[in-house]
């Protein structure tokens, strides 16, 4: 709901602070005040912080810019709390929305504090307060709005998901199938590209590490004859003469024959010794088994280049690295055998495809029956508030249209749309174009009290929903503002004295004018100004004894 309004600079409003609710308290509240006084600048301003197409000229005379913030209290399942978080904005118990206008024409837009668009602003505003004004395309005159209303008021919610997950089976199940058509078109017109391209990548059976393995390996084959002649040669100088190692084995046995008389002085020389024959043995071993495996073998090396220039230009021909041609093969394989078994996989996919729709149609055609139904419940409800608010020759129809294929969806495959005829007669025509304000006003608030608990804004506003009434009518008007209030949060800017009497909460919007300026407040009124207000919406100009009495009158009966 609408905790709080604060208005700066805007049109004649230089400062202004407005509570509407306290502690989940809200109610009824009324906004009245003497024609001209400024009533509507109020509900424009609290359309700038919703979202509404700004203006520069709504920047009061003298101001460098008008700003206007909007608190709302948000509960925790409501339908703001998911743009927020896709937003990535801080969500917080209450909503801030925040406007700037500018003398030059730029604004900003803040939730939260936080920079956002004016686009987003909107959305919110949208899930946040719904204006009920005369002729305004928005609210329940959008036809878009109409479909899910309905809904909502038949309790057909279990239904509707049913539908959006059958809709959403179907189109998978499409799609499946055109891409598998599409694949399988495309494989015949490449089929002997495909067949080529497939015989040549089996016989070179490639490997996501083969250019690293056989490039490494070609590498060494290349270098293996330099590399053979180096190791021979040390080779050699380790057996020139008599051999180091033959050498080396000598002095150890003659040392160890006469270890044992020197008395521990040849001890550190035979472990010399030791050591030293161990190693050179050793490396003498290690140099051999190297110079058997880098024997040049010139026929390997010209197998391994063959190889690998092949798997390159392969893989250049078809655009990809070496490493990628082994899943490329693998794909081309696949198509080919979709290509192959393709009759009978498309044969699947559409048999798995008419099934999907026959599964939506038939949840579709269901909803359709169940919307039928709560559609004449529907048009019976209103009917029954017609009467009272003096539009009792009207009649309300909630018009049920099947739409085309091409223009089903999630939602089903029909139009809904609330249609009145006013006169008896005529045939009903779309609610918005109806041709009075006042009757445009009381069809919407008759509506609204039988979808009182549809939709997920919190707040309704309610602009001069008793033009040209009075009396009873006056009074019906306010009955049905207050019962849905009971659901809702309500503010309503009323001329009705009888719809003033009735609210829970009453403010007076003052236009105070000098000769060089004119400025509009907003008073929130006690017991004593309620009474004094509603004298003179009763009576006019000048406040009489018999106004006050009348205004005590009706207040006591509203209470």
Same mark, same amino acid.
């Given at each position: 709901?609408?905790?709080?309004?604060?208005?700066?600079?805007?049109?004649?409003?230089?400062?202004?602070?407005?509570?509407?609710?306290?502690?989940?308290?809200?109610?009824?509240?009324?906004?009245?005040?003497?024609?001209?006084?400024?009533?509507?600048?109020?509900?424009?301003?609290?359309?700038?912080?919703?979202?509404?197409?700004?203006?520069?000229?709504?920047?009061?005379?003298?101001?460098?810019?008008?700003?206007?913030?909007?608190?709302?209290?948000?509960?925790?399942?409501?339908?703001?709390?998911?743009?927020?978080?896709?937003?990535?904005?801080?969500?917080?118990?209450?909503?801030?929305?925040?406007?700037?206008?500018?003398?030059?024409?730029?604004?900003?837009?803040?939730?939260?504090?936080?920079?956002?668009?004016?686009?987003?602003?909107?959305?919110?505003?949208?899930?946040?307060?719904?204006?009920?004004?005369?002729?305004?395309?928005?609210?329940?005159?959008?036809?878009?709005?109409?479909?899910?209303?309905?809904?909502?008021?038949?309790?057909?919610?279990?239904?509707?998901?049913?539908?959006?997950?059958?809709?959403?089976?179907?189109?998978?199940?499409?799609?499946?199938?055109?891409?598998?058509?599409?694949?399988?078109?495309?494989?015949?017109?490449?089929?002997?590209?495909?067949?080529?391209?497939?015989?040549?990548?089996?016989?070179?059976?490639?490997?996501?590490?083969?250019?690293?393995?056989?490039?490494?390996?070609?590498?060494?084959? =290349?270098?293996?004859? +330099?590399?053979?002649?180096?190791?021979?040669?040390?080779?050699?100088?380790?057996?020139?003469?008599?051999?180091?190692? +033959?050498?080396?084995?000598?002095?150890?046995?003659?040392?160890?024959?006469?270890?044992?008389?020197?008395?521990?002085?040849?001890?550190?020389?035979?472990?010399?010794?030791?050591?030293?024959?161990?190693?050179?043995?050793?490396?003498?071993?290690?140099?051999?088994?190297? =110079?058997?495996?880098?024997?040049?073998?010139?026929?390997?090396?010209?197998?391994?280049?063959?190889?690998?220039?092949?798997?390159?230009?392969?893989?250049?021909?078809?655009?990809?690295?070496?490493?990628?041609?082994?899943?490329?093969?693998?794909?081309?394989?696949?198509?080919?055998?979709?290509?192959?078994?393709?009759?009978?996989?498309?044969?699947?996919?559409?048999?798995?495809?008419?099934?999907?729709?026959?599964?939506?149609?038939?949840?579709?055609?269901?909803?359709?029956?169940?919307?039928?139904?709560?559609?004449?419940?529907?048009? $019976?409800?209103?009917?029954?508030?017609?009467?009272?608010?003096?539009?009792?020759?009207?009649?309300?129809?909630?018009?049920?249209?099947?739409?085309?294929?091409?223009?089903?969806?999630?939602?089903?495959?029909?139009?809904?749309?609330?249609?009145?005829?006013?006169?008896?007669?005529?045939?009903?025509?779309?609610?918005?174009?109806?041709?009075?304000?006042?009757?445009?006003?009381?069809?919407?608030?008759?509506?609204?009290?039988?979808?009182? $608990?549809?939709?997920?804004?919190?707040?309704?506003?309610?602009?001069?929903?008793?033009?040209?009434?009075?009396?009873?009518?006056?009074?019906?008007?306010?009955? =049905?503002?207050?019962?849905?209030?009971?659901?809702?949060?309500?503010?309503?800017?009323?001329?009705?004295?009888?719809?003033?009497?009735?609210?829970?909460?009453?403010?007076?919007?003052?236009?105070?004018?000098?000769?060089?300026?004119?400025?509009?407040?907003?008073?929130?009124?006690?017991?004593?100004? =309620?009474?004094?207000?509603?004298?003179?919406?009763?009576?006019?100009?000048?406040?009489?004894?018999?106004?006050?009495?009348?205004?005590?009158?009706?207040?006591?009966?509203?209470?």
């Amino acid at each position: 709901m609408l905790l709080s309004l604060s208005i700066r600079d805007f049109v004649l409003i230089e400062k202004l602070d407005l509570t509407f609710a306290h502690g989940g308290n809200s109610g009824l509240g009324a906004l009245t005040g003497e024609t001209g006084a400024g009533k509507s600048i109020l509900i424009d301003a609290l359309g700038l912080a919703l979202g509404a197409r700004a203006d520069s000229a709504a920047v009061r005379r003298g101001a460098p810019q008008a700003s206007v913030a909007a608190s709302f209290d948000l509960p925790k399942a409501h339908a703001a709390h998911a743009i927020l978080s896709g937003q990535g904005l801080d969500d917080e118990d209450v909503l801030t929305l925040r406007r700037t206008i500018g003398a030059d024409g730029r604004g900003r837009a803040f939730v939260n504090d936080q920079p956002a668009s004016v686009a987003l602003l909107r959305r919110l505003g949208e899930t946040l307060v719904e204006i009920q004004g005369q002729m305004e395309q928005h609210g329940l005159l959008d036809t878009a709005t109409h479909r899910a209303s309905l809904d909502a008021f038949a309790g057909l919610e279990k239904q509707a998901a049913t539908v959006r997950d059958a809709w959403h089976d179907w189109r998978e199940a499409e799609r499946e199938r055109a891409e598998a058509e599409a694949a399988a078109a495309a494989a015949r017109r490449d089929e002997d590209f495909l067949r080529h391209a497939v015989k040549e990548l089996e016989a070179l059976s490639p490997k996501a590490d083969d250019e690293e393995t056989l490039a490494a390996e070609r590498q060494l084959l =290349r270098a293996g004859s +330099a590399l053979g002649e180096a190791v021979a040669q040390a080779l050699g100088e380790l057996e020139a003469g008599r051999g180091a190692t +033959a050498a080396l084995r000598a002095a150890h046995r003659l040392v160890e024959r006469n270890v044992d008389k020197a008395a521990g002085r040849l001890d550190a020389s035979l472990a010399a010794l030791d050591k030293a024959l161990s190693e050179a043995t050793e490396a003498q071993a290690q140099l051999e088994a190297a =110079r058997d495996a880098l024997e040049f073998d010139p026929n390997r090396l010209e197998k391994i280049e063959e190889r690998l220039f092949a798997l390159r230009a392969v893989a250049r021909k078809h655009g990809v690295t070496v490493a990628e041609l082994a899943p490329l093969a693998g794909k081309m394989t696949a198509q080919l055998a979709a290509l192959d078994d393709g009759e009978a996989g498309l044969k699947k996919l559409a048999e798995k495809a008419k099934a999907a729709r026959a599964a939506y149609v038939a949840a579709a055609e269901a909803q359709a029956a169940a919307r039928r139904k709560g559609a004449v419940r529907l048009d $019976k409800a209103v009917s029954a508030e017609l009467g009272p608010l003096k539009l009792e020759k009207a009649k309300f129809v909630t018009e049920l249209t099947p739409l085309a294929e091409a223009d089903w969806s999630d939602s089903g495959t029909d139009r809904v749309q609330f249609t009145v005829a006013t006169n008896p007669g005529t045939p009903p025509a779309p609610i918005a174009r109806i041709a009075s304000g006042g009757e445009l006003s009381r069809f919407l608030l008759a509506l609204k009290v039988c979808l009182a $608990k549809v939709g997920d804004a919190a707040t309704i506003v309610f602009d001069e929903v008793d033009s040209g009434i009075g009396g009873a009518t006056a009074a019906a008007v306010g009955e =049905r503002l207050k019962r849905l209030a009971r659901e809702v949060q309500v503010l309503v800017v009323t001329h009705s004295p009888q719809v003033a009497a009735i609210a829970d909460r009453h403010w007076l919007i003052r236009k105070t004018t000098t000769r060089t300026n004119a400025s509009t407040d907003v008073l929130s009124l006690d017991a004593r100004g =309620r009474r004094e207000e509603i004298a003179r919406m009763l009576s006019g100009a000048e406040v009489t004894a018999e106004a006050r009495a009348a205004a005590d009158k009706l207040l006591a009966t509203a209470g």
